[in-house]
Every structure is written in C-alpha cells, then in structure tokens.
C-alpha cells in the first residue's frame, strides 16, 4: 500500500478531531497543531483530551460496527499533537492544512498568516462556516493554494465536504482537495464564495421554517419532526432537491410558490426568475426531458425505477415496509426483523417545554 500524505490541522478543538479521525481512520499521519499561547501544563492537558476524545470517538465508531475495536488504538496512535513552537516540521510536511480555529476573523487571518509562512507547500483550507475565502486568502502567502473547506458536523460520519475556492486560488488546487476528500470516502462539492455555502443556507430557511411553524400553532414539534424524518428527509436521501423538482415538474413548484406568496402573505414564498423561466422556455423537467437537470441522454423509465428501487431500500433500511395484506388462503413469508435498522423516528424525543 503506498503512504498516505500526512495532514496537518491548526487547532485540536471539535473540528480538528474531527477532521483527524476522519485521515487518521484513511491511513494518513495527522498533526493537531495548538496555536493558542499556554502553560506546558495547559498543553499537556488538551493532548490528552484531544488523544482522548479521538479515541473515543473511534470506539464509538467501532461498537456501531464500522471496524472492530481491536483496530482504535492503531487508528488513534496516526494522530500527534503539536504545540506551536515545534510545528514548523509537521505544517512543511503536511499534504494539506485545516485551519480549525474560532470564528474570529482577526484570529483566523492571523493564524493563516504565520501558518503559511511557516509551511511554503502545503495547500492551506478553512473549516469556517461564515467567513468568505477572498476575506481570509490575502493573509495567506502564496493565496493560490487557499481555500475554504466546510465540513458538516459530525465531521467524521457526514458525508458532506463544500469547497470553496475564492478568486486567487488555483483551480489545479481545487481539484487536488477534491481528490484527497474523495479518497477519504467523503463526498465534496465545490460552491461560490457566498454566504452560507449550501447547506446551512438552505436549511437555516427550512428550520426557521419549522420553528415558525410551531410559533403559529400550524403543528405540535414532534409532528413537524415527524413529518420531516418520514417525508421531507428520507425523500431527499434518494433525489436531490433540484431532482425533485425535475421529477414533480417545475410548473408545480411555480403555481405552489404562487399559491404560498399569497395565501401567507409573505414574498418568502416566492420563486426565483429562473423558475418562471424554465417553465416558459419548457423545460419543466422529466416530463420535457430537461429541466435543472437533463435527462435527454437517459432512459427516463430505467433512471425513474433506479431511484424508486433505491427509495424501497431505504424504507426496508428502516422497518417502514410491510407486506401486502393477501387473502388468508394465501400463507405469508415472515419478515426477518432481525434485519430490520432503527426507525428514524421510532420514538421522538418529547418536546421541552
Ligand atoms: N463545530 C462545528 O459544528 C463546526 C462546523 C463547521 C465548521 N466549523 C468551523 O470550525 C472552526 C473551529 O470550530 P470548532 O467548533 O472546532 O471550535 P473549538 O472551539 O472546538 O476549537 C477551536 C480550537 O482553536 C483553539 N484556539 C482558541 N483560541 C485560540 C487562539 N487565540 N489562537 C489559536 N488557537 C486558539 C482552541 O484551543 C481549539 O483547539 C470554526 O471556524 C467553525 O466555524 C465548526
């Protein structure tokens, strides 16, 4: 097996341990460098509990059957921690650094600064969740091979990585970060440097949403959560959002946009231009064989039964199937429920009151 590059990670805070499972768990020597000023006892304290809580975490992992737990103590034994003053080895040797820091931006284009002086090649990323790549990159020497990376929460177990390259990084470096992600079993997207990336800017709207929705007495907490885990969630496991869409017809979500803005009186509602657009120049989706996607090339009955067959497996991953009722003549096979995983919403947390 050839080495895997060893990863570097400026702060050994929830996101740097994160990340460190993450490459630690892939084979890759990781460094949690601690830039923060403290006492040789100060350091010593957070190595333990950086080591601690990787391991942890790892067992955690183990118990749910990922890998057996006779394999944490070499997984956890890839990860070291640095203090600042001997870091200049571990950050230079780095494929790649992942800035981890608070969400200070003084901070944050401090670190930046003295990290990449201290290491010439290494690609340098942010986890920030809200501040922009081009506010950061000019602290950066040599800016090209920075970027920002968000990372979903918990960083080990979601899928999820966006990339976000700001207007001086090199596209080769993009590609570089997407490869290694990939690599690492994650799943990267590459979005503008807009707030919000693109999930939390879609989901801050949908819990607003939801949180509104309790404000109004529309429905009880656990109903709504109810509602999201067995419809709106488990939907968009299986088709994107802009697959949906497609597949529902975009003239649908234009006259439900329509119906919403004026039925709640509120422009939230209300669909971009494009939609309209799209409508107007036919391409409505599935039906018309393009919409925000293009379905032209595919055969649309195969593609549809795909995702169909990928939804029945879902629900059977959860228990939510069951057979049909037959005439009783007709003897019924037993399910095997010993196959059958956690239901999403098996029984709800009750709601604080
Ligand atoms: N926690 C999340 O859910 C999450 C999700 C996505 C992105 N992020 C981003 O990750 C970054 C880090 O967040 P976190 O949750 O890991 O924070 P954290 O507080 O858990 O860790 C921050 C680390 O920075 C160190 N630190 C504190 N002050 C410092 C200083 N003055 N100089 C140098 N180092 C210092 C801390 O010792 C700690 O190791 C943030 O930019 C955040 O937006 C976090």
Redesign the pocket.
């Known amino acids: 097996m050839t080495a895997r590059p060893p990863i570097a990670c400026l702060?050994?805070?929830?996101?740097?341990r994160g990340i460190a499972v993450v490459f630690a768990y892939a084979g890759h020597p990781v460094c949690l460098v601690?830039?923060?000023q403290r006492s040789a006892a100060d350091f010593a304290r957070l190595c333990e509990e950086a080591i601690e809580e990787i391991r942890d975490t790892l067992r955690t992992l183990a118990q749910f059957g990922l890998f057996t737990q006779a394999m944490v103590e070499a997984i956890t034994a890839r990860v070291r921690v640095f203090p600042m003053a001997s870091s200049s080895s571990a950050l230079g040797e780095a494929a790649i650094i992942f800035e981890?820091?608070?969400?200070v931006l003084d901070?944050k284009r401090a670190?930046l600064a003295q990290a990449s002086t201290l290491a010439r090649e290494p690609i340098i990323a942010s986890?920030?969740?809200?501040i922009l790549v081009d506010e950061l990159s000019s602290a950066v020497e040599r800016p090209g091979r920075f970027l920002n990376v968000?990372?979903l929460?918990p960083a080990f177990l979601m899928p999820l990585v966006e990339v976000s390259p700001g207007t001086n990084t090199d596209p080769a470096v993009v590609e570089r970060v997407k490869r290694l992600l990939d690599a690492v079993g994650k799943v990267p997207v590459v979005c503008a440097p807009r707030p919000g990336f693109i999930v939390p800017r879609i989901q801050t709207l949908a819990m607003n949403e939801a949180a509104r929705m309790v404000e109004e007495g529309v429905a009880s907490a656990e109903d709504i959560d109810k509602a999201i885990k067995y419809g709106f969630g488990i939907r968009y496991a299986v088709l994107g959002m802009l697959e949906f869409i497609d597949w529902g017809g975009g003239d649908i979500l234009y006259y439900a946009s329509r119906y919403l803005t004026g039925a709640l009186k509120s422009d939230r509602y209300q669909a971009p231009d494009i939609v309209e657009r799209n409508m107007r120049e036919g391409r409505i989706g599935l039906k018309t064989g393009q919409g925000f996607l293009n379905y032209e090339a595919l055969d649309r009955e195969d593609y549809r039964r795909e995702r169909l067959a990928a939804f029945a497996a879902l629900l059977r991953h959860f228990g939510l199937t069951q057979p049909p009722v037959l005439p009783t003549a007709v003897r019924q096979p037993k399910v095997n429920r010993k196959r059958r995983a956690t239901r999403p919403n098996a029984r709800p947390p009750s709601r604080r009151r």
Do not use: C, I
């Open positions: 702060g050994a805070g929830r996101m740097g601690d830039f923060k981890g820091v608070p969400e901070l670190v986890t920030t969740s809200t968000h990372w929460n």
